[in-house]
């Protein structure tokens, strides 16, 4: 007799980063019914903040935050029976645990609290060839969490996983899949993605997020998204009643094309391929996630491997009026002047125009320039740094004065980096709520990871009167880091779009629309299925790189710089655009 399979598994997010909003904790717990809570704390950039926490006491390490709100909310926890799973843990997972079961005391509750990790892998960073970072973290997958869950925890605390992880783990768990249900672990893997981020599955940093509110949705507080999951991997995303955002096409689309490489999304668990999704709007605030392909995973695990960058002074000068340019290019000649024999290991200048130099108040007629150093001692890149543009006040252009006064050096950025070492090499370990602890062994089937052909584009547009007008009229996008490159995902909203998206919009006329693209590696990805491409752009944000130098050192605001560029456009789209 065949079994029946389970119900559906609602899986719901409360955090998308270490920052993210309080209350949503309360919120999912609250909302409406659910299985199970997840919560994302761990970016890139977040590995080396906790890096710097374990620098100034090694009892840290992990996300205060989510004590915080377990604090709040442990109780409700325990009372509604929902299960709580977390990468809150950084790099001292063990720690948090140690916490959350002083803090179960304090409230008279016993939650039954396990442990993922093995993943921090800095006490091997030579034997491994992963040189001398601050940080160095496997992204481990989601069968410990699963094995956890089968022990019957309440929550589950990891250090490194992958974000999708932490909904896969419950998955498996709930419907019992194995190492050979690929398309099952994919189609989560591919849920856990699109809800992972939080509010950007239900309409925050979404690229029509004025077609929304036309339509009278609320985007003031968007809900957290939450996915029914099946027992063959597909998925609903949908949000709890009675919250704002929406869950449509679009919104999910917009976070699957977020922070990807190409259509093969590796894991450690399965390579899941995005150019199978199929997306369908089923009602209201429901997106169903079906078709998804999966394929065994890469035999290595990406290591996640951050460094402190020494010591960063800036300065800014402030130029009004005329000869602007030239008065910045005289300052810039006497502080490199002054700073002979003592020039910081990194000195960059970067000038902004005035909005316009004959304006009517003075703010509007002012130009910058603006003095980064950066060096491995803060005494170089500090006050003695400022003080050099200060002596400068009354021999320099005409009209000078700083924006600022000196001020003591502070710590810089971090350099983010990969590498990959064998899974087998990786101790992923589980600490069972009775104590006890086990490993977690590596997929026994594994596959190289290698780019797939492009896919047969649609039949191009035929000619029609164009109209120069920005892209983004007819065009959505979303971009983001991963370490030193950046990835800048574009979709249609319909089909006539799609045909004129494949052909208009290609590497090529990226880094004619984006010129600080133009020395780069750029590769571009066709998802057919999703009317969508995406852009790999290697290097864009290397240190150094005039983007990491910038106000967008995360290239979060990339894809709508490309959608602010005017492009001949097609007519009949801009119309279609207006419809929508």
């Known amino acids: 007799m065949t079994a029946t399979p389970a119900p559906p598994l609602r899986v719901g997010n409360a955090s998308g980063f270490y920052g993210d909003r309080f209350s949503a904790v309360r919120d999912m717990l609250t909302g409406g019914p659910l299985d199970v809570l997840t919560g994302d704390y761990l970016a890139e950039l977040t590995m080396a903040i906790l890096g710097r926490d374990q620098l100034a006491d090694p009892g840290r390490g992990y996300a205060r935050t989510f004590l915080s709100q377990m604090r709040e909310c442990l109780s409700l926890v325990m009372e509604r029976r929902i299960r709580v799973v977390a990468n809150a843990g950084g790099l001292n997972p063990r720690g948090l645990a140690d916490r959350l079961t002083e803090l179960a005391d304090q409230c008279d509750l016993a939650p039954r609290i396990a442990v993922v990790t093995g993943d921090d892998l800095l006490h091997r960073a030579e034997e491994l060839n992963l040189g001398t970072p ?11 969490i699963a094995a956890c869950l089968d022990a019957g925890a309440d929550i589950v605390v990891t250090g490194r996983v992958t974000d999708a992880s932490l909904t896969v783990g419950p998955a498996i768990s709930h419907h019992g899949w194995t190492r050979d249900d690929l398309d099952a672990l994919a189609g989560a893997t591919v849920a856990g993605h699109v809800i992972e981020c939080g509010a950007q599955a239900t309409g925050g940093n979404y690229a029509f997020a004025a ?25 609903v995303i949908t949000k ?35 150019d199978t999704v199929r997306l369908d709007q089923q009602g209201p605030d429901r997106v169903r996630v079906s078709g998804v392909r999966g394929e065994a995973p890469p035999p290595d695990l990406k290591v996640g491997l951050t460094s402190l960058t020494g010591f960063r002074g800036e300065v800014e000068f402030l130029i009004t009026g005329l000869d602007a340019q030239d008065k910045a290019r005289h300052a810039e000649r006497q502080m490199r002047a002054a700073l002979a024999g003592r020039r910081p ?3 960059h200048f970067e000038f902004t125009p005035a909005r316009d130099p004959h304006a009517a ?56 980096t990969q ?32 780019d797939l052909p492009e896919p047969p584009l649609p039949e191009p547009l035929p000619p029609h009167p164009v109209r120069l007008a920005p892209l983004g009229l007819v065009l959505g996008a979303r971009s983001g880091d991963k370490g030193a490159d950046a990835n800048v995902g574009v979709w249609a909203r319909t089909d006539p ?36 491409v995406n852009f790999w752009i290697e ?18 605001g990339l894809g709508e710089w490309l959608r602010a560029r005017r492009v001949p456009i097609p007519r009949p789209l801009l119309e279609e655009g207006d419809a929508l």
């Open 134 to 144: 601050l940080t160095a973290n496997a992204y481990l997958g989601a069968f410990g």
């Open 211 to 235: 077609d929304l509110l036309r339509q009278g949705r609320d985007l003031d507080r968007p809900g957290f998204p939450l996915a029914e999951i099946h027992a063959d991997g597909g998925a």
């Open 240 to 274: 709890h009643p009675g919250f704002g955002g929406a869950v449509t096409t679009g919104t999910v689309t917009a976070q699957l094309v977020y922070e990807i490489a190409g259509p093969r999304y590796a894991g450690p668990d399965v390579t899941a391929r995005l």
């Open 345 to 347: 290991g990194e000195l």
């Open 361 to 416: 108040d003075q703010d509007s007629a002012t130009a910058r320039l603006r003095v980064v150093a950066r060096d491995h001692d803060p005494a170089t890149v500090g006050r003695s740094f400022g003080a050099t543009a200060v002596e400068l006040a009354l021999a320099s252009y005409a009209g000078f004065h700083l924006a600022a006064p000196p001020r003591d050096a502070r710590p810089d950025g971090v350099a983010i």
């Open 419 to 450: 590498a990959l070492v064998p899974a087998a090499e990786v101790e992923h370990t589980v600490i069972l709520p009775d104590g006890d602890s086990a490993l977690i062994p590596p997929p026994d089937r594994t596959r190289a990871l290698l």
């Open 497 to 532: 779009g799609w045909r004129w998206l494949a052909h208009e919009l290609t590497a090529d006329r990226l880094r004619e629309l984006l010129p600080e693209t133009a020395d780069l590696k750029i590769t571009r990805h066709a998802l057919p299925n999703l009317r969508a």
């Open 539 to 556: 290097g864009l944000l290397a240190p150094g790189a005039p983007r990491r130098e910038g106000p967008d050192p995360q290239a979060k």
